[in-house]
C-alpha cells in the first residue's frame, strides 16, 4: 500500500537559519509529490509538486524539493526561514492511477524562534 | 481560473443531529473531488472521492455518506452525528495534470 512518512513531528529552527523538512514514500511507480502548509485553522496551500522532469522543484516562498527516486525522498528546503513560516507542512503522494488519490504524511509542525 | 468553495467555516452540533457540507467548484468540467478530515493534531484522512456524477467511492466505514448531485457539487452529510465526528473537514479537487486544490475547510465540533 502506498505511504508517506515524514519522520519530524515538530521541529523548530531559529529565524534566518536553513530548513530541511524530510519525506519518505512508499509507492510501485514514480508518484506525483507535492508539499502543502496548513496556519492554523486554515485550509492547505500547495507550495510545490513534482509530476516529472528536474527533479528539483522551486515553490512559492523561497521554497525547493528535491525528489531522489534511489531514497524514495522528497525533502523539503529553505535557506532562511521567517517568522511566518510557522506551521503545519505535510508531503503528499498523488497516485496516477484511477481516482488519483492524495496520500498525506503525518505532518511536521514547524516552530520558530526569533 | 479555478476555484474551490466550502461552506459552512465553522459548524457546531449537537449529538445526535444531522450534518450536510457542501463544496462546490467552478472553472473546470468533470473534475475528480474529495472529502478529507484532519483530526486534532494529525494528519488528513481522505474519507471519500468521486470520479464523475453519482460515483461515490469510501476509503473508510464510518457514520457519514457522500453525493454528488452535480458535477462539481460534492456533499457530506450525515444523519446523526457522533461526538468522533468532530474534525476539520476539507474538500478537494483534481484533475489529471492540475494538481490538487483545496477548500478552506470546514471545523466542526460536535458537543
Known amino acids: 500500500a502506498q505511504s508517506v512518512t515524514q519522520p519530524d513531528i515538530h521541529i523548530t529552527v531559529s529565524e534566518g537559519a536553513s530548513l530541511e523538512l524530510r519525506c519518505n514514500y512508499s509507492y510501485g511507480a514514480t508518484p506525483y509529490l507535492f508539499w502543502y ?21 522551486q515553490g512559492i516562498k523561497g521554497f525547493e524539493a528535491e525528489f531522489k527516486r534511489s531514497q524514495s525522498s522528497f525533502n523539503l528546503r529553505k535557506p532562511s526561514v521567517h517568522w511566518s513560516d510557522a506551521a503545519e507542512y505535510f508531503c503528499a503522494v498523488g497516485l496516477i492511477q484511477g481516482a488519483q488519490k492524495l496520500v498525506f504524511g503525518q505532518g511536521t509542525r514547524l516552530t520558530i524562534n526569533p | 481560473s479555478q476555484t474551490i468553495h466550502q461552506w459552512p467555516a465553522t459548524l457546531v452540533q449537537p449529538v445526535g443531529s444531522p450534518l450536510s457540507l457542501e463544496c462546490t467548484v467552478e472553472g473546470t468540467s468533470n473534475p475528480n473531488l474529495y472529502w478529507y478530515r484532519q483530526a486534532a493534531g494529525r494528519g488528513l484522512q481522505l474519507l471519500f472521492y468521486s470520479v464523475g456524477i453519482g460515483q ?11 453525493s454528488r448531485p452535480q458535477d462539481r457539487q460534492f456533499i457530506l452529510s ?13 474538500c478537494a479537487w483534481t484533475r489529471q495534470g492540475y494538481g490538487y486544490t483545496f477548500g478552506s475547510g470546514t471545523r466542526l465540533t460536535v458537543v
Not at chain 1, 496548513?38 to 516529472?52: E, R, T, V
Not at chain 2, 444523519?79 to 474534525?87: A, E, M, N, R
Open chain 2, 56 to 66: 461515490i467511492s469510501s476509503e473508510v466505514p464510518q457514520n457519514l455518506s457522500a
Open chain 2, 78 to 90: 450525515s444523519k446523526k452525528l457522533l461526538l468522533s465526528d468532530s474534525g476539520f473537514y476539507l
Open chain 1, 37 to 57: 502548509v496548513q496556519s492554523p485553522g486554515q485550509g492547505l496551500q500547495l507550495l510545490l509538486k513534482y509530476f516529472s522532469g528536474d527533479t528539483l522543484v
